[in-house]
Structure formats: structure tokens, C-alpha cells
């Protein structure tokens, strides 16, 4: 079995500031995790993702993301948010002969 | 390039209406799915195929029929609508395999009265 658990539900950052999203996810094969955005009245397109090959991903507009397995975390970062960061973001884990799973979704708002 | 793409965009039906949604994929994928999302749920999978007349069901198949008598056309059916599948569907698709990135069409906003 798996799942991903998003922490925050709304998340609110100032122009500038860092941006922080939590996923943690529970695998019980080694798994691949990835990183999707939505803006408004879009399909989701992947910001980034994780397969084993370096624990630090960098991804599409700035972000990034650690695959800290200690803490079965894949936390996305951005050093300085900007406005067209303003999205609702999701956290997905898969693994071999494993469906994806999504979680529940992070909204995004970006402060002037 | 078109991508994945569903048609149409927006339906409104009364219960017990049946509608297909058709999405269509000109990338030569080989897996595709059916998504709903709704509020605070994020996406859960409806039913999903590895390939030209297979599908299986996800998550949350239950009121929901698909086909794939092409490879690059995933079909959606409602043969009853109910309120309860009132959503936003989106369709995916991704190259062989589960590990692999999804690409995801615009969406289809349902309604049932």
C-alpha cells in the first residue's frame, strides 16, 4: 500500500519569500515521487521527479525538492516565490507495479 | 502536437442522462487514465488501460464503463448520471509504465442535476 499526505491544505507566501510544501509519503516499495502544479481551470503538467537517482531534484520555474528517506519526506522549495507561482500543487508517489497515488493538494497564493 | 485533449469541456446533465467523454492522446502512449478530482480529495483514479482494448478499474469505478477500441482514444461512460458524480474529469496519459510522467488533458466539468 501507499499514500501521500500533503500538509496544508492553503499555504500563503510574500513575493520574494521562500516557498515551502510538505509532502511525506508512506511505500512499501521503493518509491518514485513526483511533483505536479495546476494552475486554474488546467490539467495538471509535472514540476519534477524523483527516481533514485539523486536525492535533489530541481525541477521547471525554480523549484526543487529533497527525497530525505529518514523522514519519508519530498518537501518543494522555491527560493522566492513570484506571483505566477500562485497554483494549487500535488504530491504523487508510485513504485514498480504500483498505481500513482495523489495527494490531496496544496494551494498556492502568492502575497504582492 | 495537440497532446492529451477531452472532449467536450463542460456538460450539464439531469440524473439518470448517460454521456461519454472522449479523450484522445496523439503522443502514442500506451497507458491512459481517468481521473476525478473534487474538492479536498485531490485526484482518484476511475479506471485506467496498459494499452489498446484493456482497461481495469481504479480506485472509484463504480457508476463509470470505459473503452479502448483505439489505441490513442480513451472513452468515459456515464450510463446513469447521479449527483455524486458531479466533477472535474481529467484524462492522462504515459509512455509504458507507472514510474513514467502523466500528461494530463484540460478537463471536463460535470455537472448532474
Known amino acids: 500500500a501507499q499514500s501521500v499526505t500533503q500538509l496544508g491544505s492553503h499555504v500563503s507566501v510574500s513575493e520574494g519569500a521562500l516557498v515551502l510544501l510538505r509532502c511525506n509519503y508512506s511505500?512499501?516499495?521503493?518509491?518514485?515521487l513526483f511533483w505536479y502544479v495546476q494552475y486554474p481551470n488546467q490539467g495538471l503538467q509535472l514540476l519534477l521527479k524523483?527516481?533514485?537517482?539523486?536525492?535533489l531534484v530541481k525541477g521547471i520555474n525554480g523549484f526543487e525538492a529533497e527525497f530525505k528517506k529518514s523522514e519519508t519526506s519530498f518537501h518543494l522549495t522555491k527560493p522566492s516565490a513570484h506571483m505566477s507561482d500562485a497554483a494549487e500543487y500535488f504530491c504523487?508517489?508510485?513504485?514498480?507495479?504500483?498505481?500513482?497515488?495523489f495527494g490531496t493538494g496544496t494551494k498556492l497564493q502568492v502575497i504582492p | 502536437n495537440a497532446g492529451v485533449t477531452q472532449t467536450p469541456k463542460f456538460r450539464v446533465l439531469k440524473t439518470g442522462q448517460s454521456m461519454t467523454l472522449l479523450c484522445a492522446q496523439d503522443?502514442?502512449?500506451?497507458?491512459m487514465y481517468w481521473y476525478r478530482q473534487d474538492p479536498g480529495m485531490g485526484l482518484r483514479l476511475i479506471h485506467y488501460?496498459?494499452?489498446?482494448?484493456?482497461?481495469a478499474k481504479g480506485e472509484v469505478p463504480d457508476g463509470y464503463n470505459v473503452s479502448r477500441l483505439k489505441k490513442q482514444n480513451f472513452l468515459l461512460g456515464l450510463e446513469s448520471a447521479a449527483p455524486s458524480q458531479t466533477s472535474v474529469y481529467f484524462c492522462?496519459?504515459?509512455?509504458?509504465?507507472?514510474?513514467?510522467?502523466?500528461?494530463f488533458g484540460p478537463g471536463t466539468r460535470l455537472t448532474v442535476l
Open positions: 492522462a496519459s504515459s509512455i509504458a509504465s507507472e514510474l513514467n510522467e502523466q500528461f
Open positions: 504523487a508517489v508510485s513504485g514498480i507495479y504500483q498505481k500513482v497515488t
Open positions: 511505500s512499501s516499495v521503493p518509491p518514485y
Open positions: 524523483y527516481t533514485s537517482a539523486a536525492t
Open positions: 503522443m502514442n502512449h500506451e497507458y
Open positions: 488501460s496498459v494499452g489498446e482494448g484493456t482497461t
